[in-house]
């Protein structure tokens, strides 16, 4: 009971974050569009972006959690400060190195930035401003890490949103004194989007710490604590690489994006508006299936082959389909009027919003994939396949990269989409061969009619909503309020036939 309490609550905040998440992104998009400042900051905050997700998220907790001794309140105060040192100092250093070769880093991120000095030059100066948040994400990340391994989730979970109420309090200031300017504020608009990443770090890091159960001045650290710290540090390593792999290949699809004017930041917005269930699928994941499936794997199997685990995991990937299944349907039908409704507005003009349709309406197709992909991953790391996650990653991201980058020329923005699409796919498979080798993914005839069910109410839906984006696609066009109602009875009916085609398909139960 107490498992689904904090499940629960992980995931009510995570809504909440992300939903605080678009409103930030909604604000940027207002006032810059999907020009030169908007693709400059995107490239630049994209590793502080990156590392405030992964550590401050709770990455950590699979490299640090493991190698702690159980302890009621988490580990002796003298071994939480060692920890918070040693990751800070080394992200100190890792930030230090970015900074100082920041215009080659930008380069390998956006080479498509080389032929205009303008997006070049802002990208480095918001990448080298916000790498002052490499070193708060660190530390936020070892502090959620030690404050849930004494039993308390809600600050960690919230602590995300708090950062994302600080980046909006920063752009809101600059929005405030920028208010009917027409200076070019270029390079002061990306120094207050970089220092709004830091301030976001720096709120996450606060959160977390105010729920640390240790005095600060029991934290200081002696020799003995330090030399148990370190292999935590060299551990943590290959833990974080493969929990940032699926990402990294979002920093591929930019590179390749970075070629069109207001593509990269484009890409960006269309992702965001992926990744919103996608990490609902990610925090259930990590929440409840993780130590499920890690405790049912010891006590019935030590080698993980459990019937309750393959049932567990079965249910797992017949929930993810059901939920993006639809939704994947649903945004790549309705691209066009989404991303006016929510983001057409100041200088995110009719041009901007046609550029990210195209990149969403070929993106959405990846969202099934890759939270299936999410949940088999979460297995593997859940019986020690580590390995199996980071080989699959790296093979998906190269075909990825290929894809994408290939496909950039003829399909414009669509190419890098659908090399996150490929990637997505080589993922996904390479992760069902390698669980089912070792006898850890087994579906029964159950699981795969359940499948086949979402797969089959999805196309229901998507009939009747392109049927209904045909015959309204005049009221659909024109935006404002009427646009805006009518794109909402379209996803109401979208969700009414799904609901009736998954009753009818027994995915619901009925009463």
């Given at each position: 009971?107490?498992?689904?309490r904090?499940?629960?609550?992980?995931v009510?905040?995570?809504?909440?974050?992300?939903?605080?998440?678009f409103?930030?992104?909604?604000?940027?998009?207002?006032?810059?569009?999907?020009?030169?400042?908007?693709?400059?900051?995107?490239?630049?905050?994209?590793?502080?972006?990156?590392?405030r997700?992964?550590?401050?998220?709770?990455?950590?907790?699979?490299a640090?959690?493991?190698?702690?001794?159980?302890?009621?309140?988490?580990?002796?105060?003298?071994?939480?400060?060692?920890?918070?040192?040693?990751?800070?100092?080394?992200?100190?250093?890792?930030?230090?190195?970015?900074?100082?070769?920041?215009?080659?880093?930008?380069?390998?991120?956006?080479?498509?930035?080389?032929?205009?000095?303008?997006?070049a030059e802002?990208?480095?100066?918001?990448?080298?401003?916000?790498?002052?948040?490499?070193?708060?994400?660190?530390?936020?990340?070892?502090?959620a890490a030690l404050?849930?391994?004494?039993?308390?989730v809600?600050?960690?979970?919230?602590?995300?949103?708090?950062?994302?109420?600080?980046?909006?309090?920063?752009?809101?200031?600059?929005?405030?004194?920028?208010a009917?300017?027409?200076?070019?504020?270029?390079?002061?608009?990306?120094a207050?989007?970089?220092?709004?990443?830091?301030?976001?770090?720096?709120?996450?890091a606060?959160?977390?710490?105010?729920?640390?159960?240790?005095?600060?001045?029991?934290?200081?650290p002696?020799?003995?604590?330090?030399?148990?710290?370190?292999?935590?540090?060299?551990?943590?390593?290959?833990?974080?690489?493969?929990?940032?792999?699926?990402?990294?290949?979002?920093?591929?699809?930019?590179?390749g994006?970075?070629?069109?004017?207001?593509g990269?930041?484009?890409?960006?917005?269309?992702?965001?508006?992926?990744?919103?269930?996608?990490?609902?699928?990610?925090a259930?994941?990590?929440?409840?299936?993780?130590?499920?499936?890690?405790?049912?794997g010891?006590?019935?199997?030590?080698?993980?082959?459990?019937?309750?685990?393959?049932?567990?995991?079965?249910?797992?990937?017949?929930?993810?389909?059901a939920?993006?299944?639809?939704?994947?349907?649903?945004?790549?039908?309705?691209?066009?009027?989404?991303?006016?409704v929510?983001?057409?507005?100041?200088?995110?003009?009719?041009?901007?919003?046609?550029?990210?349709?195209?990149?969403?309406?070929?993106?959405?197709l990846?969202?099934?994939?890759?939270?299936?992909?999410?949940?088999?991953?979460?297995?593997a790391?859940?019986?020690?396949?580590?390995?199996?996650?980071?080989?699959?990653?790296?093979?998906?991201?190269?075909?990825?990269?290929?894809?994408?980058?290939?496909?950039?020329?003829?399909?414009?923005?669509?190419?890098?989409?659908l090399?996150?699409?490929?990637?997505?796919?080589?993922a996904?498979?390479?992760?069902?061969?390698?669980?089912?080798?070792?006898?850890l993914?087994?579906?029964?005839?159950?699981?795969?009619?359940?499948?086949?069910?979402?797969?089959?109410?999805?196309?229901?839906?998507?009939?009747?909503?392109?049927?209904?984006?045909?015959?309204?696609?005049?009221?659909?066009?024109?935006?404002?309020?009427?646009?805006?109602?009518?794109?909402?009875?379209?996803?109401?009916?979208?969700?009414?036939?799904y609901?009736?085609?998954?009753?009818?398909?027994?995915l619901?139960?009925?009463?």
């Open positions: 009971m107490s498992l689904l904090h499940a629960s609550t992980v009510s905040l995570t809504l909440l974050s992300r939903g605080l998440g409103a930030r992104d909604a604000a940027v998009a207002a006032l810059f569009g999907t020009g030169a400042v908007a693709d400059a900051s995107v490239a630049g905050l994209a590793i502080p972006q990156l590392a997700r992964l550590l401050g998220e709770g990455a950590l907790n699979a640090i959690l493991p190698r702690l001794p159980a302890a009621s309140a988490g580990p002796a105060p003298r071994l939480a400060g060692a920890l918070i040192l040693v990751f800070t100092l080394a992200a100190v250093l890792i930030a230090a190195l970015l900074a100082l070769f920041m215009p080659q880093v930008t380069a390998l991120l956006a080479p498509g930035f080389l032929d205009d000095p303008a997006r802002g990208a480095v100066l918001a990448g080298r401003i916000a790498m002052l948040a490499l070193p708060l994400a660190a530390g936020a990340g070892v502090l404050v849930n391994a004494a039993g308390r809600t600050r960690p979970a919230f602590a995300p949103a708090a950062g994302n109420l600080a980046v909006l309090a920063v752009i809101g200031a600059f929005a405030f004194f920028h009917g300017t027409a200076e070019d504020v270029g390079s002061r608009a990306l207050f989007l970089a220092v709004a990443t830091v301030a976001g770090a720096l709120a996450q606060m959160v977390i710490g105010a729920a640390l159960p240790h005095r600060p001045g029991t934290l200081l002696d020799r003995a604590a330090l030399k148990a710290a370190l292999p935590v540090l060299i551990a943590a390593g290959p833990t974080l690489f493969a929990a940032a792999l699926p990402q990294l290949r979002i920093l591929v699809a930019n590179a994006a970075s070629e069109l004017e207001g990269v930041s484009a890409l960006f917005y269309a992702t965001r508006l992926v990744e919103l269930p996608l990490g609902l699928v990610g259930s994941a990590g929440a409840v299936l993780l130590p499920a499936l890690a405790a049912h010891r006590a019935e199997d030590p080698a993980g082959h459990s019937p309750r685990g393959h049932k567990l995991l079965g249910d797992a990937l017949v929930a993810a389909l939920l993006t299944a639809p939704a994947a349907a649903g945004l790549a039908l309705l691209a066009e009027p989404i991303v006016r929510l983001f057409q507005r100041g200088a995110f003009d009719a041009a901007a919003a046609a550029l990210t349709a195209e990149a969403l309406a070929m993106l959405a990846s969202l099934p994939l890759q939270a299936m992909e999410r949940i088999l991953s979460t297995a790391f859940a019986q020690g396949l580590g390995r199996l996650v980071t080989r699959t990653s790296v093979a998906a991201l190269l075909a990825g990269g290929g894809i994408g980058f290939a496909a950039a020329g003829p399909l414009g923005l669509a190419g890098p989409a090399g996150v699409v490929a990637s997505s796919l080589v996904l498979a390479g992760l069902w061969v390698g669980l089912a080798r070792a006898g993914l087994r579906l029964g005839g159950g699981e795969w009619r359940l499948l086949a069910g979402c797969l089959l109410a999805t196309l229901a839906m998507a009939v009747m909503v392109g049927l209904g984006a045909h015959l309204l696609a005049a009221p659909l066009a024109a935006g404002g309020l009427h646009g805006t109602l009518t794109l909402g009875l379209l996803v109401l009916a979208g969700i009414a036939v609901g009736l085609a998954a009753r009818s398909l027994g619901l139960p009925r009463r």
